[in-house]
């Protein structure tokens, strides 16, 4: 065994010790939390908690350097296949940053942001970036809403209107939103963790700190992806004032099931659709489209030093992920997101040098598990409201028979008929009608 390994085994252990220790005491592990966040208990200067304007200022000396990158590529040969098994394709991959080197225009989405209300503050060490709109309309319920990989705050930028203004929209005053867009620790305009420790549930207390510190004393929580692990985690934590969570991408899949995909026989009893749903995951699992996943969990700086150095390696990374599987590199500029959507995406992960830290999230959640199976993310250990929007070309479509043994208090599920993995980014308009009707008990009981 190497030494990382015996690290790695002693890290896991301790963490069975304090969780044995915790059921020992009839105590859920969110006892061991405290206002420190984690900090030791060695006296420490006081942290700042101001909230304090933020604006993007990129130099003209980066997108130079970024430009002059790009020109420099060195491509390697093109696949021997006529599909996308081996990768990201040579031909589509080369168009694409022949454009973000000629035709792209950063400071486009810079004016986008910075027409937003964007703060940072710092919390448990680490400064947080956030765009915070508040509603004109009277009553508006809070919601914090959270990306994940390769995601951004970027791609919420379309639902903003629709949530805060929903008059403007199709929907009505009262269903509208104050809404708060954090970057992840290690993403964007967030500061970069210089120590271990940043899981979902610890970004979930910093969001719950947020949240205070915004003077919200009932609110609600949606997120996909990483947003889903980190959004739970605030609703099994009980968060004050969380008064429930919306979900893409729900922790959903049973024991038996997960059994199934770890090489075991199918259950008995399964219906057609919990079938087809376990069929999929395995064809899933043996097309490769989970080897990000694999690699980030195990190794994310590795990942790190390709992507930090070359932009063209940065963007085949990012578009290795399964949900830009169906996207077409900006043919239809009528599909969401766009070519330009997309690399505003990939350049904020190259201005902010955040390939590496971002990645380190899948390293930090790797003794915990998949992020969709429930035993895993503990699913039966949410007391709170909990609801779920399945989007057809999720890379995970969770059965609702599913959801409601993994859900003790499922309020709302459905199944819409468009949109994927990035669905605020796909079907902003969708997105935020699924946010209004989910919530809209919650409004009417708080």
């Not at 966040?37 to 700042?48: K, R």
């Not at 867009?181 to 947020?210: H, Q, V």
């Not at 985690?233 to 969570?245: N, V, W, Y």
Request: charged fraction near 20%; charge should be neutral.
């Amino acid at each position: 065994m190497t030494s990382e390994n015996l690290q790695r085994t002693a890290r896991n252990a301790t963490g069975r010790l304090l969780a044995a220790a915790a059921a020992a005491l009839g105590l859920g592990l969110c006892a061991f939390s405290s206002p420190n966040f984690g900090q030791t208990s060695q006296q420490v200067a006081p942290e700042d908690r101001s909230i304090r304007p933020f604006k993007v200022q990129i130099p003209q000396a980066a997108l130079d350097d970024l430009r002059r990158r790009i020109a420099d590529t060195r491509w390697p040969d093109k696949e021997t296949v006529a599909d996308q098994s081996q990768g990201v394709q040579l031909a589509k991959l080369q168009e694409l940053v022949r454009y973000w080197g000629s035709g792209y225009d950063w400071r486009n989405v810079e004016a986008k942001l910075n027409a937003l209300p964007q703060f940072t503050t710092r919390i448990d060490g680490v400064d947080i970036h956030f765009i915070h709109v508040r509603s004109r309309h009277k009553n508006a319920l809070p919601v914090i809403i959270t990306h994940g990989w390769p995601g951004s705050v970027i791609e919420q930028l379309k639902i903003i209107g629709p949530l805060t203004d929903p008059t403007a929209h199709g929907g009505r005053a009262e269903d509208a939103f104050d809404v708060v867009i954090p970057s992840l620790p290690g993403y964007g305009f967030s500061g970069k963790p210089t120590g271990t420790g940043w899981d979902p549930d610890r970004i979930a207390r910093a969001w719950a700190e947020l949240m205070r510190r915004l003077g919200y004393t009932g609110y609600v929580a949606q997120g996909g992806d990483w947003g889903t692990p980190i959004s739970s985690a605030m609703a099994r934590q009980a968060t004050p004032g969380l008064l429930g969570i919306h979900i893409n991408l729900p922790a959903t899949v049973p024991p038996e099931a997960a059994a199934a995909l770890a090489g075991g026989p199918l259950p008995a009893g399964l219906s057609e659709k919990e079938r087809a749903v376990i069929e999929a995951l395995m064809t899933y699992a043996k097309n490769g489209n989970s080897a990000y996943f694999t690699m980030l969990t195990a190794r994310p700086q590795t990942v790190g030093y390709g992507a930090t150095d070359s932009p063209a390696g940065l963007a085949a990374w990012i578009l290795v992920h399964p949900g830009f599987a169906q996207w077409t590199y900006g043919a239809d500029p009528k599909q969401l997101p766009t070519k330009d959507d997309v690399l505003d995406d990939i350049t904020l992960y190259w201005l902010t040098n955040t390939a590496t830290s971002s990645g380190r999230l899948y390293w930090e959640n790797g003794a915990r598990g998949s992020v969709i199976v429930a035993a895993a993310q503990k699913t039966s250990e949410i007391n709170l409201p909990v609801a779920i929007t399945v989007f057809p070309d999720d890379v995970y479509r969770a059965p609702e028979t599913w959801a409601r043994r993994a859900y003790p208090k499922l309020t709302y599920f459905h199944e819409v008929d468009k949109g994927g993995h990035f669905a605020a980014w796909e079907q902003p308009e969708l997105f935020a009608a699924e946010l209004r009707a989910a919530f809209r008990s919650l409004r009417e009981s708080h």
